[in-house]
C-alpha cells in the first residue's frame, strides 16, 4: 500500500514538473519575413559579366551538408581603349542633349519673329495707307502735310522692315531648327543605344563626331556669316551627314549564310532606289524648285510695292493718281507680305529641301550597302529591308510588292505611278 502511494506520488510530481518545463520552454511563433526573387533570370555561370569591370568565376562546392556558393579569382578585364571611348561618347552624348535643348528655344525664338514681324509690317503698310487716303481728300495746308510726311515715313519704315525680313526668312528659320532638332534627338538615341547595346570603340567615336559636325554645318545656329542662303541659284536637297560615312547602324552578323542577304534582296533594293530616284526624289525637286521661284517673287514684290506706295504717298495733293498709286500699293503690299509669311513659303521651301535630303541618303545608304563586297561588314539583310520599309512608311509585304511593281512595268515597257514613300 505504501509502495503505490510512493508511486502515485512519484508520477504526479514528474507530471507536473514536465508541465512546467513546457510552459517554461515555450517561445512565440516569429514573422515570417517575405523574400522577392529577382525577377530577371541568372545568366549562366560561365557568362556571368560584373558590372564593376571585373569577371567573377563562380565556383560551386558540393559538401555532405549543403551547397555553397562563393565567389573568387577576380580577373581586372577594363580596356583602357574602351573606358576612354565610352567616356568621350558621353561627353558627345551630352553636347548633342545640350544642342537639343538650343535648337529648340531658337526655332520657337524664329517662329516668334515671323507672326510679330508679319503683324507688325502689316499693320504699319495699312496704317500709311489709310493716311495717304485721308490726306488725299483733306484740305491743304499743315495738317495735309503732316499726312503725308506720317505716311512716307511709315512706308519707308515697312520697306525697309521687309527687306531684312524677306532676306532671313523667319519661317525658314523656324523650320531649319525644327528639323535640327528633330535630327540631334535621332543622334541622341542612337548613342544611347550604341552605349547600352556594346562596348564603343574609337570608330564610334569617330563616326559620332562627324555627325555633330555635319549637322551643325546643315543647321547653323548664328544668323551672320552662318545662315543658310535663302535664294540659292539652284535648289539643292539639306545634306546632314557626313559623306564619308557609309552606315550608321550597328552590324548584325548571322553565323550561318550571307548575313541575311540574298540575290533577290539586292535586286529588291536596287528596284527600290531606282523607284525612289524616279519618282519621289524628282517629284521633290520639282516641287522645291517651283516654291523656291514663288518665294524669290513674292520676296521682291513686297518690298517694291511698299517703295512705290511711299513714293505716291509724298505727291499727294498734286493729282488724284498720287493717292490712288500709294494706297493701291500699299493694300497690294500688305496681301504679298500676308500669303509670304503668313503662308510661310519659305517653311514650304525647307520642307522640301529636308524631304529631297531625306531620299538621298536614304539612295546614298542603301547603295553603300549593297555595294559591300563583304557580307560580314554589311548590316543583316532582313533589319536592312524592315528599315527601309519603315522609313517609307511601308509594311515588308508592301515593299516586295512595289519592288515586283517596277519590275513588271519595265517589262512590260509601262510607267508605275506608286510613288516609293507613303509618308511625304
Known sequence: ????????????????????????????????????????PLKPVEDLNLQDGFKGSILL??????????LDQYEPIVSTTSTTA??????????VGDRVEMHGNI????????????????????????MAGVAAG????????????????????????????????????????????????QLYSQIQNTLALHDPTDTDVKDTMDRVLALDEAYPLPLLGKMIEKFPDKFEPAIWWPKSNKSHSRKHVKAQGKNGWSGD?????????????????????????????????????????????AAGSAFVGHGSWAAIVAVTAGALASTVNTFEHGGQVG????????????????????????????????EDGEMSEMS???????????????????????????????????LF
Open 107 to 130: 526655332g520657337e525664338q524664329r517662329d516668334n519673329w515671323n507672326k510679330l514681324l508679319l503683324n507688325s509690317i502689316n499693320m504699319i503698310t495699312l496704317t500709311a495707307a489709310t
Open 265 to 309: 534582296l539586292e535586286e529588291e533594293m536596287r528596284v527600290v532606289i531606282e523607284v525612289i530616284k524616279r519618282k519621289d526624289s524628282e517629284d521633290y525637286m520639282r516641287l522645291g524648285n517651283l516654291a523656291l521661284k514663288v518665294n524669290k517673287i513674292l520676296a521682291v514684290s513686297g518690298p517694291l510695292l511698299t517703295g512705290i506706295a
Open 138 to 185: 483733306g484740305a491743304a495746308g499743315a495738317p495735309l502735310l503732316a499726312l503725308k510726311l506720317s505716311s512716307t515715313l511709315l512706308f519707308s519704315a515697312a520697306t525697309g522692315m521687309l527687306i531684312i525680313m524677306n532676306k532671313i526668312q523667319p519661317s525658314q528659320l523656324a523650320e531649319e531648327q525644327r528639323n535640327a532638332t528633330r535630327l540631334f534627338k
Open 61 to 70: 562546392e558540393n559538401n555532405n551538408v549543403a551547397n555553397n556558393t562563393r
Open 86 to 95: 565610352t567616356a568621350k561618347l558621353y561627353a558627345i552624348l551630352e553636347a
Open 1 to 40: 500500500m505504501s509502495s503505490l502511494q510512493a508511486s502515485s506520488f512519484l508520477f504526479s510530481s514528474t507530471c507536473s514538473c514536465s508541465t512546467r518545463t513546457h510552459a517554461a520552454i515555450s517561445i512565440p511563433k516569429l514573422p515570417r519575413i517575405p523574400f522577392s526573387a529577382p525577377k530577371n
Open 347 to 378: 517653311m514650304v521651301v525647307e520642307m522640301y529641301r529636308n524631304s529631297a535630303g531625306f531620299f538621298t541618303l536614304l539612295e546614298e545608304s542603301i547603295e553603300s550597302t549593297i555595294q559591300e563586297k563583304d557580307f560580314e561588314e554589311r
Open 388 to 422: 527601309v520599309a519603315l522609313k517609307l512608311g511601308r509594311s515588308l509585304s508592301q515593299l516586295r510588292d512595289l519592288a515586283r511593281k517596277s519590275t513588271s512595268s519595265h517589262i512590260d515597257g509601262s510607267t508605275i505611278d506608286e510613288f516609293a514613300s507613303k
